[in-house]
């Protein structure tokens, strides 16, 4: 889900250009204040709670000057024991999304929940591929789903250096100027082409910014 946030300063300024502007960019939900002075109360960005699990870019992110009025009124936090979670989490998405009577084992097979919380890291792979898992079966008339389509859906390399990144957040270019280093060596380390030396400088900078190769 994208978040936005649109403010004017005046009520005889119009909020629409900029909604407008947030919704073509994707934004799934905008909070909205009109506000006049600086020490006005702003309830649109005091609902803006950004909660950060497994996405270390977010975070970092909202460190900079630019995101520094938003920064501050973020909550962040991560879940360091997740791992042992994720099919309790799985679990519990089915209890907000199915219907009462609706069992998840009818619509997938347990071993395709377990292979699920094995190959995925974080709540945001969780919710991405278990929505494509469920998507797929639909579309091929597959209920319950079964471990082996779940697999051909997580077919992608997971465990991959550039996966991982991609999961988080990064693509080479934007973890490039995260570390202030040109893209092409950052290539380098994702196809461990750099010296033993070298690469462990780049892990070591990468960890910095809580990002989990």
């Given at each position: 889900?994208?978040?936005?946030?649109?403010?004017?300063?005046?009520?005889?300024?119009?909020?629409?250009?900029?909604?407008?502007?947030?919704?073509?960019?994707?934004?799934?939900?905008?909070?909205?204040?009109?506000?006049?002075?600086?020490?006005?109360?702003?309830?649109?960005?005091?609902?803006?709670?950004?909660?950060?699990?497994?996405?270390?870019?977010?975070?970092?992110?909202?460190?900079?000057?630019?995101?520094?009025?938003?920064?501050?009124?973020?909550?962040?936090?991560?879940?360091?024991?997740?791992?042992?979670?994720?099919?309790?989490?799985?679990?519990?998405?089915?209890?907000?999304?199915?219907?009462?009577?609706?069992?998840?084992?009818?619509?997938?097979?347990?071993?395709?929940?377990?292979?699920?919380?094995?190959?995925?890291?974080?709540?945001?792979?969780?919710?991405?591929?278990?929505?494509?898992?469920?998507?797929?079966?639909?579309?091929?008339?597959?209920?319950?789903?079964?471990?082996?389509?779940?697999?051909?859906?997580?077919?992608?390399?997971?465990?991959?250096?550039?996966?991982?990144?991609?999961?988080?957040?990064?693509?080479a270019r934007i973890l490039?100027?995260?570390?202030?280093?040109?893209?092409?060596?950052?290539?380098?380390?994702?196809?461990?082409?750099?010296?033993?030396?070298?690469?462990?400088?780049?892990m070591s900078a990468i960890?910095?910014?809580?990002?989990?190769?």
């Amino acid at each position: 889900m994208k978040l936005g946030y649109a403010r004017v300063s005046t009520r005889d300024l119009n909020l629409t250009p900029q909604i407008e502007a947030l919704e073509e960019a994707g934004c799934n939900r905008i909070f909205q204040d009109v506000v006049c002075g600086a020490k006005s109360e702003r309830p649109g960005l005091d609902e803006l709670v950004t909660v950060l699990t497994g996405h270390p870019k977010l975070s970092n992110d909202l460190k900079r000057p630019v995101m520094e009025e938003i920064g501050t009124r973020a909550t962040t936090f991560t879940l360091d024991s997740f791992h042992k979670h994720k099919k309790d989490y799985i679990q519990w998405l089915f209890t907000q999304c199915l219907q009462p009577k609706t069992k998840p084992e009818s619509i997938i097979k347990p071993e395709a929940v377990e292979y699920l919380a094995e190959a995925l890291a974080t709540p945001l792979q969780i919710n991405q591929y278990l929505s494509l898992v469920l998507t797929e079966g639909l579309h091929a008339g597959i209920k319950p789903v079964t471990e082996e389509r779940v697999k051909s859906v997580l077919a992608y390399d997971l465990s991959s250096t550039e996966a991982q990144l991609v999961h988080q957040g990064y693509d080479a270019r934007i973890l490039a100027d995260a570390l202030d280093i040109k893209s092409k060596e950052l290539r380098g380390f994702i196809r461990a082409e750099l010296s033993s030396t070298r690469r462990d400088e780049i892990m070591s900078a990468i960890k910095g910014l809580g990002v989990v190769l």
